[in-house]
Each structure stands twice: as structure tokens, then as C-alpha cells.
């Protein structure tokens, strides 16, 4: 008769709230993941946006009056696949993506763009799936191709791999008691894994009929499994599993025969089961019954707006005082609607204690060690009713021993020296209990697992301000080559190429902002332009190469082109093809070096007007090239995947020539590292789009270094800032700029945040140096040329102490406005490099040379305390402090001590 038993669950009713209270303004969500494509923590919410490989984030919950933010993390050059946030640290959200990528990020409670903390190596193939262990601290399983890894954040190395899968591995689950992983796979079959035991499936059964995408869910009992997939009639189905019994499933539900795939949220503590697909409004609630076991249709509502994903809120986020069992967010194009299921009760003065039971609390039960070597406990629970639980926060004490020194444990990211470095949350200081990504080991232990992290790491690109953009730019060329920068700039003025006939360039002034007329006076030259620049130290000249094999040097008057101009300055003639790249010598006058279609670099005096030298020894068409910082070496990079560097004065053959980029569909190079290193950004046999570092002493031993970015048909164009090392990578046509720290040793590349635009940009070109503010820290300003306009953008560094002058982020830096010597002595074989500036604003103190302020104690909470004290110790603290405040009766009073004043002077 239990069947006919009534569900305490039967009126459980999904409220959708009105329009108001949807969380908008979240731009475009994407639904092109096979994942939930969002998750919520105790305090943010994460989700999918329309642009690959970057995550929104937003707060939970906002108080009365205060406006919702929504900012975004780029996390990888891909999409992101599947991601979720800690059970044990409210600000640590683990990232897998296309990219064959997993990744750690810390996110603050405002819901602000969140920082890299680590990136875990040694990922094969798409990430499919992951999730935190559910009572071990710092631990993480993840699904990759055919296999699934089980990683230790507070050891070196990963745990183990589980191979035994036919196919792509679809989902991964821990069993409630963190013994069991349960997987499902498309070679249709359901395995158990006790990863302890060893790397084979301890069971396997046939599952689903369907290869389609299935899920793979453990119930609140230890020994079921609930599995989502496609029959073989292709309906979508439930199915309850016993592994005890683990030949066929004890019971199954059929929904419909529609394609969306199933996204199933399970709630330990009731048994119930939200069902959703992407694509579609409708929405199932369900009871898993597995005494007797039942899978029972609780309700059905049809939402305004089709899913684009679905999360379940934490269970201690609820408003359990009005009966909420659930609430569900549902993620839609443009909104996030918080769906609230509810039972109705007559009365709600107390905590309803059937519909409410325990739950699992914050607090890790071990560590990752102690599960590995076979512990198993559970997380204590916390009771649910509001006058009795904690606040809502996952601050974790991670397992640490009591003999074990309280180090802060995560990556570098976290707590940085005291000469005005980013500093995170409170919970991140030294004495914070599980501040992070792991707390059972030490920051250097871990730090060695997920590899170094870059000190420029929190840089932030922003555009800046309206009142700063040059707008109403019409009929910007289109078929600039792949050589070209698209536009070039200088600290006055900016060159761009228009798509009007006769090859005419409009110069715009950066000091004239706002919106520009209809009608623009140019610069003429009669042919497509291929290529231009800027002569760095004369803001006047500017140089453009054509399509008919000329060099045209061009005077523009000192208050800004007023009209058109026909006639150059100079033309150069030498080449018989066209122009690919022109570029001005780094520290000599009047040199410039330009490449052509006819294979060969040609090395010009512009006080004369003619070519000095004639480098050959291409064999195909050159892509880029380079003068060396000290201006004696120049390196060009071919279609003929070679690299080269020529020493001009010497010989006009290549001194060194080596292996470039495998791909032939664009290339360039840059001198790094003060010229011990070349890095060559292009394609390999795959079409993805890579960075190389070679040695110039020898480019026949090829690359020291490999960096996969993504793939995209645009030639990342690299721009290098010496004084920090920040490299800026950006193709035309992209939305985002990648940036790395560049180092001279092992592991050469590290990654910092990426800076993402709205639209796609044209180009993108830095500027010098005393252009930064460096009182905000600005180590870049760069002007990104959109679809119409003309924007700055700033590259800034969070500091703390920002009244000091941050004097590790802006060494002496050189003049590269004024030359070092003329044409003459560079040509008679001399070199010498630009003087040096300091940086340092009047007034300002170096941050090296601050006074060294004491670190301030950690005072945690007096919840914290009176939660782990009984009454009887409540009470004696109570009396112990009203005496104490008391003092002692015999002490004199401090008026007592005072000293009056002669008679006369009250007069």
C-alpha cells in the first residue's frame, strides 16, 4: 500500500516572480555548452555569456535600493564546458573548457570580476565535466575525453586517472558519501569507480539506448544512482539504479520524444528532482522514492522564456521561514529568473522540521590526504532554522591539523608583499581559515603544483570614458593586408586607412575628441595603402607603402591636416612589388626598413632618399619584421616557415636562420626579454593559433617555448612593453586581447586576465610610455580602433597603496621619442640606445622606500567563538567581562590625579 502513500510534497508549487524582480541586465546567455551553463555559490551566481570562453558573474543576492552588478571573467580562449564553485570556500570557481583547459578563480561577494589563482596541467582532450569532492577539502574530479583524473589541490601531482571508458566520457558524480564515482559514457555504458581501489570500474551496466548526452546522479542513498538520457526510440527517460543490483534499472520514467537535453538538479535533503532542457520552457518536479522505489511527477510549469541553462540555489540561501524547498534559477537570453518552489503550511512560526532537515554545513570533514589513504567522513550538518545556523558563508577550515602552521595556502594571487600589491578579501589574510583554493599544505608546495603566477596577473583592461573616444569615423578600409597593423598611432595623432578610392589616409588628431564631421580631409596616394607608420621621433612624418611597390613619406602640418594632401615629402623608389611592412629604426634617425612582395628588405636613408642595403635570402612572401631593441639586428618571418636575422651593416644574407610557425596564413615577430628572445606569433599544422619563443643565438634548435591560444583565421599581432614584460596579443577582427608576462627562464609564459571588447576591433596600437598614468598604476595605454571610432584603453594594476608611486611596475624607462644617434653614425657602425627617464611624478614617495606598517591581527567573529564554547563557558566569559569592566574600588579614580589652579586665576 505504499504507493498510494501521500507525498508531504504534493502541494509543492513553483512560483515564478513578476518581471521586476528577474535579474536583468546580464547581457546575452549562451546555451552552446552541454552543461548547466550556470551555477550559484552561497554569495554569486555564474553563468555563460554569448562570447566564448567568458563566464558572467553577479551576486546572489543585492540589498534593497543597491543596483545589481554584472561584470565578466575571460577564463579561457575557448568555451567553457562546465564550472562550479567550491563547497568549502564561497570564492574559489573551478573552470574546464574546449580549450583542454581547467582553471582556478578567485570571485569576490560583490560579484566583481574575478582574478586566476592556477591552472591545472596536464588535461587531455575537451572538458566535459567536474565537481568538488563532497566532504574532502581541495579535491576535484573531471571528465576529459575517455578518461576521468582525480586531482589533489594540496598535493603535486593528480591522484590517479580512470581509463576504463569505450568513449567520451559525458558525466561524473560523487556518491553522496564521497566513497563511489558513477560515470556515464557514450559507448552507452554506466560504471562505478571506487578510485581507491584502482582505475577500473568496480561495476558496469548497460545504460541509455541512446549515445546521445546522458547524465549520471547519485540519490541521497549511497547505493541508487538516477541516470538521464534518450531510449532507444530516441524519448527522453529517468532511469533509478540500484548498484547492488546493477544489471537493469529498478524503474523508469519516459517524458517525450523532444531533442533538448535533460538538465536534472537533485536535492539530497528532500529527494526532490528539478528537470529542464535547453531550449525549452517547461519544467518537471519530481520525487525519487528508492524506498519503495518511485519516480512520481510532483508538478509542471511552463516559464515566459525558453532555458538557456538551470542551477539550484544552496540549500542555507533559502527562505525556509516561508516554506521554500527549492529555488531554481533559470538562465534565459537576457535574464536570470529565481523560480521558488514552495509547500503551503498554515502556519510558519517555527521551523518545519519534516520539510527541513539538516543539511550539509561548510566545514570539510577531512583532508584530501586522510580520503586518500581511506578515511571516509561525512560533513556535519547544520540545522536550517535561522536562529540557530550560521550566516550563509563557506569559509571552510579545510582540514588543517592543529600542528600544522596556519599559512595562507593558495596561489600567490592571494596575498601579495606589502610594497602595494593587490590584496584579496579579509579571508584571504595569513591566519584566515581556508582562504582559497586548498589549506592543508603550504602556499610554496602548491604553488609548485599549478605552476608560478604572474605578478601582472590582476591587470585590468577598461576603455575609458565617452568624453575620451574620437567617434563618427566613416568608411574605414577593409582590405588592409594581413602584414599591416591596420592603423598606426603616435601620442598626438592616429593614421587610418580609408576604404575611398586613391589610397587616402584620414590623420585624427587625439587631442580633437568627439564626434568628427562627415567629410574628413586625407592624405592621397593614389594607390591602396599596404602598410604605414609613424616616424617615433618626428609626430609629424608619416610613412605609407603601395600597392605599386613605392615608399611615400609624408609631412602632416603641426596643427593637424587642415586639408587634403597630394603631394609627398619624399618617394621612395626600389622595390618592383608591392610593400608589406614598413618600420623605422628603434634609436637611429631617418632609418627605416621596409619588405616587400620582390622577397626582398630594403634599408633606407631618408636624408638621402635612398636605399643603403639589400637583405635577401627569402624564399617566399615576407610576413614580418623587427629591429632588435639596440637597432643592430633585424629579424623577418616568412611564408617558407623560416625565421631569419640579419646583421644589415655587415652582410645583406641572414646571420641565423631557423624554424618559424608551421602554419603559412600569417606570422609576426617581436624582440623580448631586452633581445635574448624572439616570439613569433602564428599558426600550427592545426590552424590554432600559437606563440613561440625562440633563442636568437641559435634559431636553428627552434622554439624553447609553445603557447596554443585558440583558433580564429586572424594573425595575433603582438605588442611587447620592456619595462614589465606585459605582451599583448590581438588579431583583427577579434574581440579580445590576450596578455602574458614574458620571462627568460622556464616556464617563459605566464597568463594574466584578458581584456574583452563588445564588438570587434579593427586594430590595436600602444602607446609610449609617459603616456601611462602611473599614478593609477596604468602600465599600458593602448587606442583600439573600432567599427567607428577611436577608443583609449587603459591596462591597470590594482594596488592598494596607490599615494605611492609604484616603482616595481615602472622602472627607468627609455625616451624612445628622441633618437640616440643619427643615420650617419648608425650607417658608420655605431650603436648606442636612448637615455633613460624616471617615471616618478613630483612629490611622489616609491612604494620601496613606504614605511613598513605592522600587519594587522585577525579578529574573527564573535559568532565564531560562542559557537564553540557551551552556555556554562558563555556564562563565566559574560561575568569574567562585566567584572573586568568594573576594575578595582581601590584604585583611585583618574580625576583624582588632576592638579587645581591658584585662587587668583579664577579671577
Known sequence: MNRFKTSKFKNCIPKIPKKEDWINDIGSASSSSTGNNIKCGQRVIAFNTDSAGVLGITPLEVRSGEKRTVSRISCHTDLVTDFAFSPFADDLLVTGSSDQTIKLWRVSETGDAGSLSGTLAGVEGQVRSLQFHPSADSLLVTAAAKTVQLWDLSRESKLTALEAHGDQVQSVCWSQDGVLLGTSC?????????????????????????????????????????????????????????????????????????????????????????????????????????????LTQISQCVTEEQSRGLALVPKLCLDVMNCELLRLLQLTDKFIIPISYNVQRKSVKELQVDLFPNTAGCTPALTAQDWWKGDNKQVQKVSLDPSRRPAPSCQGNSGKKKNEPQENDIVSSIAEPSDGSTLSSPSSSLTSPSSGI?????????????????????????????????????????????????????????????????????????????????????????????????????????????????????QIPQKGLKKTLTEPHIVLTGHNERIYTVRFHPCASDILASSSYDF????????????????????????????????????????????????????????????????????????????KYLLAS???????????????????????????????????????????????????????????????????????????????????????????????AEIVRAVRLGSSSLEPVSFRVPRVKKEFFQDDLFPPSRITWEPALSAGDWLDGKDLQQRTINLCPDGMVPVSQAPKEAPARKILPSSVYLQEKTDEQKKEELLNAMVAKLGNRDDPLPQDAFEGVDEDEWD
Open 186 to 294: 557514450k559507448d552507452k555504458r554506466l560504471r562505478i569507480f571506487d578510485a581507491r581501489s584502482g582505475t577500473g570500474a568496480i561495476q558496469n551496466a548497460q545504460g541509455h539506448d541512446s549515445n546521445k548526452d546522458s547524465r549520471v546522479q547519485w540519490t541521497n542513498s549511497n547505493s541508487h544512482l538516477l541516470t538521464s538520457g534518450f531510449n532507444q526510440v530516441r524519448e527522453r527517460e529517468l532511469l533509478l539504479w540500484d548498484i547492488r543490483s546493477f544489471s537493469r534499472p529498478l524503474t523508469s520514467f519516459t517524458l517525450d520524444a523532444s531533442s533538448g537535453l535533460l538538465i536534472p538538479l537533485y536535492d539530497y535533503d528532500t529527494g526532490l528532482l528539478i528537470l529542464g532542457a535547453q531550449g525549452e520552457g517547461s519544467l518537471y518536479c519530481m520525487e525519487v522514492s528508492t524506498e519503495p522505489h518511485s
Open 438 to 554: 586548498v589549506s592543508s599544505t603550504s602556499q610554496r608546495s602548491l604553488q609548485s603544483f599549478l605552476g608560478p603566477s604572474s605578478r601582472l596577473r590582476h591587470t585590468q583592461g577598461t576603455v575609458l570614458h565617452r568624453d575620451h573616444h574620437i567617434t563618427n569615423l566613416r568608411g574605414i578600409s577593409q582590405s588592409t593586408p594581413g602584414e599591416s597593423d591596420g592603423f598606426c598611432v603616435n601620442y598626438q595623432r592616429a593614421a587610418v586607412p580609408l576604404a575611398a578610392p586613391g589610397g587616402q589616409v584620414a590623420v585624427l588628431e587625439f587631442s580633437q575628441t568627439g564626434r568628427l564631421p562627415d567629410t574628413l580631409p586625407t592624405v592621397q596616394n593614389s594607390v591602396p595603402v599596404t602598410d604605414l607608420t609613424w616616424d617615433p621621433f618626428n609626430p609629424h612624418r608619416l610613412v605609407t607603402g603601395g600597392e605599386d611597390g613605392r615608399i611615400r613619406v609624408w
Open 600 to 675: 626582398t628588405v630594403r634599408i633606407w636613408n631618408l636624408q638621402t632618399g635612398k636605399d643603403v642595403h639589400v637583405l635577401r635570402g627569402h624564399e617566399d612572401q615576407i610576413f614580418s619584421l623587427a629591429w632588435s631593441p639596440d637597432g643592430k639586428y633585424l629579424a623577418t618571418c616568412s611564408k617558407d616557415q623560416r625565421i631569419r636575422i640579419y646583421e644589415p651593416r655587415k652582410s645583406n644574407l641572414p646571420m641565423q636562420e631557423g624554424p618559424g610557425p608551421e602554419g603559412s596564413r600569417g606570422a609576426r615577430v617581436v624582440w623580448v626579454c631586452d633581445g
Open 682 to 776: 602564428g599558426f600550427n599544422s592545426r590552424s590554432d593559433r600559437q606563440i613561440s619563443l625562440l633563442s636568437p643565438e641559435d634559431l636553428s634548435c627552434g622554439p624553447v617555448s609553445k603557447t596554443n591560444l585558440d583558433v580564429s583565421p586572424s594573425t595575433l599581432i603582438p605588442h611587447y612593453d620592456p619595462d614589465t614584460s606585459l605582451l599583448l596579443l590581438t588579431g583583427k577582427g577579434d574581440t579580445r586581447a590576450f596578455l602574458f608576462e614574458v620571462l627568460a627562464e622556464p616556464p617563459y609564459f605566464l597568463e594574466c586576465n584578458t581584456f574583452s571588447s563588445t564588438d570587434s576591433h579593427k586594430g590595436f596600437q600602444v602607446l609610449r610610455k609617459l603616456d601611462c598614468a602611473v599614478c593609477d
